[in-house]
């Protein structure tokens, strides 16, 4: 932390910060004001009792925030990283606000954290790591949402509000170039049309290459195995280098706005992100933890894995590929290694692995499961598999602001979006096919809100009430293969959301000194999801040694079960498709919920405003799709999110708006956490849990003299387990590599600690022009990755340090600038996962030293 500390001091001599006030000094010396639109009207932020972290245009480019996930590290008590596990893209966004989020991108799991672009609700965390461009300003609402913003906010809400034409003509935009081949380029073009009339165009491309390099494996058995285009998969694309990203943005805007009683904005936008990940092997499991020897306790199981060097899939696969066909027939485990039976779905056929390594034939042998494919340098990997996304997204939106009288409006938000998603990942990062992942995603929405604003009593009053309409539907198909092909899961899924809600706040300054907030939101929703998944080789059939899935369990053994046909006895859902573990059908759920919100403020001068608040919100509920082996005929299901809040603080601007200084404090009881919990070979999800977690927040922003400003942000958070349901207990204990899903520990993806210091420092030249001096300094404490608690997985503790230096010529038009990006190149696990039935724990480093030049110009 010292190092690094006095790194970003020599970087620039002067303090500024990054968060919840982020903004720049006014010619003046003084601290320029921000307005924002948390509460559904226009606004100075220091006069909006909530904990918001405000980000200008400038700010964000002068800290070359580009993606919502750059924003973690600039604002106190968040934690936002560019993808998830499993998703292998960065433009999924793993979101956490003061501990409460979502770090999935499926459709059972709806997000913690509400993303909002341009008042329109992002429903995905597919495509909610938005590029930043040509934005007014990125508002971070702290603590749940619930009664303006509604469900999903139960973390918070980041809003994204995009620059709107203006009246005159200008162009402007920037060219950078930069480490890894680094090239964005990036344009905006307002041109009036009419007198009230305006219209805008922006564009932004971007390409850098990867940091993480494949090796081949220096062992001829590589080549042995099947190729991963040998399995079921969306599609099938590897890259040598990983990390690389192409992306292109297109937005267009069209507002109407001649002083009169009407004013619309109207705007569409349309990227396309292509990447691969740099997932890489952190470790390996090769022996059974205790917790997770379930099967060991069934009678007449035809494979124990307790007798291997692996657990489950790794030692049976080592298992099969080095026995031999006496010691295979001993175990009765021919189905499982391939003798007989390999294939219950005749589409796929594969080769037998069964003694594969003592036939006395050296051209079949295969490599074992090991930890001889992990590598110490963080940018290399042994992948061979699929690796990339496709992401093309595009939306339709129209604002319309009426003046209903002096003191009343009329706003309408209509919008509708698409997004179409496939991507690959090779979880293992080896030359075997042992856990590869692939998926296509298809989502459509429409949305429609209404809100009524005004005030009354000589502006004493004020209100806002609303309608909300939101329709949603889509396909996820998931494609998964496990142990060379030991597990096949096929799994499509489709889902349809409809809800709507009405909602109202009041505000209300009877007297001078104090404020008086009272809101609510009644949501309804409704939700349908039919699950179709199906593990194509049927491994749970062959662990009981079922060879047959209409042949008896166990015939002429002594289990209960016989002589019952092996797809009934073990719960298989669907007689016509041996092999599917979903149950058949539609499935339904509905969800109905009142978010609540109580606040009072005491404003003691202008400039000082105390305030304390009670907030509720939720997350609404779904189903677990991810089964590789059946259930029975209900399909597992679960319940909403809830969270209460207890928010005080106080914001205020002082010696004559050179300092403002902000601060809360907050404690939330946080109740029914969906967490994992396992049933046979199937990570399912549950109401499993229970947290307390409490904190604060200080910030601060000081323009001592003319061209310097310091900022500065200390975060803190406690958040722990309360209660722990045994399910989750019993999956999540600790084990030799997991520390365990416990009362009393930390939630995942939620540093205690996080301080942020920047500065900004702009000289005037004699010419007329100036040089700005700008850093960042961050220290983030460390993290669990995980809901378990992966012991391999856990962030350490990290200084990031970011610096810059532009000139800037006397009129404006045109600047120039030289920065770098974690300078001191501390590297850490953004992102990781683990299945210890695959044997595999992987995950994803932040990137390492970058330098970029930009040149911007503005006419």
Request: glycine share 12%; net charge negative; with cysteine.
């Amino acid at each position: 932390m010292g190092k690094s500390m006095i790194a970003m001091l020599m970087a620039s001599s002067a303090l500024v910060a990054a968060p919840a006030l982020a903004q720049d000094a006014e010619q003046s010396g003084g601290i320029a004001e921000i307005v924002v639109t948390a509460q559904k009207r226009a606004e100075n932020v220091q006069d909006v009792p909530i904990a918001i972290s405000a980000f200008t245009s400038e700010s964000l480019q002068e800290r070359a925030v580009g993606s919502v996930a750059q924003l973690s590290a600039i604002a106190p008590n968040v934690n936002l990283d560019a993808g998830t596990p499993f998703s292998g893209s960065t433009a999924v966004l793993s979101a956490y606000i003061r501990g409460i989020g979502s770090d999935d991108f499926a459709f059972n799991i709806d997000p913690g954290v509400g993303i909002y672009l341009d008042g329109v609700y992002l429903a995905r965390t597919v495509g909610a790591n938005q590029d930043l461009l040509d934005v007014a300003r990125v508002e971070i609402l702290k603590g749940p949402q619930g009664t303006l913003f509604g469900r999903n906010t139960i973390g918070g809400a980041i809003s994204i509000v995009t620059a709107d034409p203006g009246k005159e003509f200008t162009a402007k935009g920037d060219v950078t170039l930069g480490s890894y081949k680094l090239f964005q380029a990036r344009g905006s073009v307002t041109v009036p049309i009419t007198d009230g009339l305006s219209s805008a165009l922006t564009f932004g491309i971007k390409s850098r290459d990867g940091f993480l390099k494949r090796l081949p494996y220096p062992d001829q058995r590589a080549n042995n195995a099947p190729p991963f285009s040998a399995f079921s998969a969306a599609g099938y694309d590897s890259a040598n280098k990983e990390g690389e990203n192409d992306n292109w943005n297109l937005r267009g805007k069209l507002r109407w706005d001649n002083g009169g009683a009407v004013r619309a904005t109207f705007s569409g936008d349309y990227s396309k992100d292509k990447g691969t990940s740099a997932n890489k092997l952190i470790g390996t499991a090769e022996f059974v933890p205790g917790n997770f020897a379930g099967t060991t306790n069934l009678p007449g199981t035809a494979f124990d894995p307790t007798g291997t060097t692996g657990f489950l899939f790794a030692g049976l696969y080592n298992f099969c590929i080095g026995s031999t066909g006496g010691e295979i027939a001993a175990r009765n485990a021919q189905a499982l290694c391939g003798v007989s039976g390999t294939q219950f779905n005749p589409q796929f056929q594969l080769a037998s692995v069964a003694s594969a390594n003592v036939d006395g034939n050296p051209a079949n042998d295969r490599l074992p499961w090991d930890g001889r494919y992990l590598i110490a340098n963080k940018d290399r990997s042994y992948a061979s598999g699929n690796s990339y996304s496709n992401l093309e997204s595009w939306g339709l939106s129209g604002i319309v602001d009426f003046d209903l009288a002096d003191n009343v409006a009329l706003k309408s938000i209509t919008a509708y979006r698409e997004l179409h998603w496939n991507a690959g990942l090779d979880a293992d990062g080896s030359p075997l096919n042992f856990l590869q992942l692939s998926f296509t995603m298809n989502q459509w929405q429409f949305s429609q809100e209404f809100q009524l604003l005004g005030n009354a009593f000589d502006e004493k009053l004020r209100y806002v009430l609303g309608a909300y309409y939101f329709k949603e539907s889509g396909d996820l198909h998931d494609f998964v293969t496990f142990g060379e092909g030991l597990v096949q899961v096929d799994g499509p899924n489709e889902l349809a959301t409809k809800n709507y809600a009405f909602f109202g706040q009041i505000d209300y300054r009877p007297i001078d000194l104090i404020g008086i907030t009272i809101g609510g939101r009644y949501t309804n929703e409704r939700k349908r999801f039919e699950g179709g998944q199906q593990e194509l080789n049927g491994f749970n059939y062959k662990l009981f040694g079922c060879a047959d899935a209409n042949g008896n369990i166990f015939p002429g053994g002594a289990f209960p079960l016989a002589p019952v046909p092996c797809q009934a006895a073990l719960s298989y859902p669907d007689p016509t498709n041996p092999v599917r573990v979903y149950t058949p059908g539609v499935n339904r759920k509905k969800f109905s919920d009142f978010s609540p919100k109580v606040g009072v403020q005491i404003h003691p001068s202008e400039d000082v405003m105390l305030y304390g608040s009670w907030s509720k919100g939720y997350k609404t509920g779904g189903w677990t799709t991810r089964l590789t082996n059946p259930q029975g005929n209900v399909a597992p299901d679960f319940n909403e999110e809830k969270a209460t809040t207890w928010e005080a603080g106080i914001k205020s601007t002082l010696l004559d708006r050179h300092l403002q200084l902000n601060a809360a404090v907050f404690s939330t009881k946080y109740r029914d956490i969906q967490l994992n919990i396992q049933v046979g070979t199937s990570p399912t999800i549950a109401n499993a849990g229970d947290a307390r977690i409490r904190g604060f927040e200080l910030e601060m922003v000081a323009a001592p003299v003319d061209g310097l400003t310091i900022n500065g942000a200390v975060g803190y958070i406690d958040a722990q387990y309360t209660s722990v349901s045994p399910g989750a207990a019993a999956v999540g204990g600790a084990n030799p590599f997991q520390a365990g899903t416990l009362v009393g520990e930390d939630l995942p993806k939620t540093p205690k600690w996080k301080v942020n210091l920047s500065p900004r420092y702009e000289a005037k030249l004699g010419n007329g022009g100036s040089v700005v001096m700008l850093a960042d300094w961050t220290y983030t404490s460390s993290a669990w990755n995980d809901t378990q608690r992966t012991l391999l997985l856990k962030r350490v503790s990290t200084d990031i340090v970011n610096a810059s230096i532009s000139y800037r010529e006397p009129d404006g038009h045109w600047s120039l600038t030289a920065g770098g990006t974690n300078l001191t190149d501390k590297r850490f696990l953004t992102s990781g996962g683990s299945n210890i039935a695959a044997g595999a724990i992987f995950g994803t480093y932040n990137r390492p030293r970058e330098w970029y030049v930009r040149f911007g110009f503005d006419f």
